[in-house]
């Protein structure tokens, strides 16, 4: 812009002496256009010769005063690269491009792409026109082409359910609905290993030792099975699932124990425990508060050490999954104001193992 400014003043401005002296002003532009070579010369000494924007400018300036014949004579150009830096100023006189309000449809912040793709990943049934539909409602109008574009530049499907539900979206989902199983060896004083088959609901995160042996086999783990729908009844009309391994204890009279209630199996990769992880958890648990700290002399000992612990893990051990809440609390005591009033009483469980504490009525 400033430069084609600077050539038409320039240009204005060689002008006037072409009407106030009409006589020999072709030679003297001649001069100038020679004077100025010449210093393009001393400039570069033996260097190529190399003309600046500014001496483009010079040329094409001085261009109007000289009979348009005498140009092959006199500039060190052809007419055609005179023209050609002619029309390359007209040209950046009309450029657009780098200014700095450009025309057409504003950019995307770069806030509302990032919101775009948090609902698309965590609402993958959602399409362009619901997410969309969820932007206008938190005040951001967004058209669904917009949507459309983020989504496909960033590798997401524009499409509802981009990607099948994970492990941990289902379980999530499907909480209060699954049981889950798995068996924990436990090692006696004697060293001789025994092993418990250990049930947890996930919805309430409710704890059952099924039972404890020496030789698990398929007929003792179906009926365990069995003694786990009796031992819930009613309550097992809530449960869709029973979540498993691939034991080879687990056979099809086990699955059909619990299909004869309406509960369908779901089996987890081989080797991948982390697809049953609350019944692993839990498993840990055991070891960490109870099993690492006792020694057990036979099944019956053990047996009877875990139902204690399954009693305190049901009634009294808070879990963050619920609030701090034990999994049959249904809510929160009321909280004690006056700390001083009240007695803290310990109930030691395990001989002291696991301590519980409240407050004496």
């Known amino acids: 812009m400033i430069v084609s400014l600077v050539y038409r003043v320039t240009r204005k401005l060689l002008s006037v002496p072409a009407v106030l002296l009409r006589r020999r002003v072709a030679e003297d532009a ?15 000494l033996a260097a190529p010769v190399r003309y600046e924007p500014a001496d483009r400018l010079w040329f094409a300036a001085v261009s109007s005063l000289i009979p348009r014949r005498r140009w092959a004579e006199v500039f060190p150009v052809t007419p055609g690269t005179l023209l050609d830096w002619h029309r390359r100023l007209v040209a950046r006189r009309w450029d657009y491009s780098k200014r700095r309000c450009r025309p057409g449809r504003p950019p995307t912040a770069p806030a509302i792409k990032e919101l775009v793709l948090r609902l698309a990943e965590e609402n993958p049934r959602w399409g362009c026109r619901r997410i969309q539909g969820e932007l206008a409602r938190l005040g951001h109008q967004v058209g669904a082409s917009t949507v459309w574009q983020i989504l496909t530049a960033a590798g997401a499907g524009p499409a509802p359910r981009r990607n099948g539900p994970s492990w941990r979206e289902f379980l999530t989902a499907q909480a209060d609905g699954i049981i889950a199983c798995d068996f924990l060896h436990i090692d006696l004083v004697d060293l001789r290993r025994v092993y418990a088959l250990v049930f947890l609901e996930h919805g ?19 009926q365990r099975a069995r003694n786990l729908t009796a031992d819930l009844g009613v309550r097992f009309e809530s449960l869709r699932f029973v979540l498993r391994d691939r034991d080879s204890k687990y056979t099809e009279s086990f699955d059909a124990v619990f299909a004869s209630e309406g509960i369908e199996t779901l089996k987890t990769a081989p080797r991948s425990p982390r697809m049953n992880a609350r019944c692993e958890r839990v498993i840990g648990t055991l070891r960490r508060e109870l099993l690492d700290h006792l020694l057990l002399l036979n099944e019956a000992h053990a047996r009877g050490v875990l139902d204690v612990y399954a009693v305190h893990y049901n009634g009294h051990r808070p879990h963050q999954a619920r609030g701090q809440l034990p999994p049959l609390a249904q809510e929160r005591p009321a909280p004690s104001t006056d700390l001083t009033a009240h007695r803290l009483l310990r109930t030691r469980v395990l001989g002291g193992v696991v301590n519980e504490y409240r407050y004496v009525a």
């Open 204 to 222: 309430t995160r409710r704890l059952h030792i099924a039972g404890v042996t020496a030789h698990p086999t398929a007929q003792w783990t179906v």
């Open 30 to 44: 001649e001069i100038l256009v020679l004077r100025h070579e010449n210093a393009v010369l001393r400039r570069q």
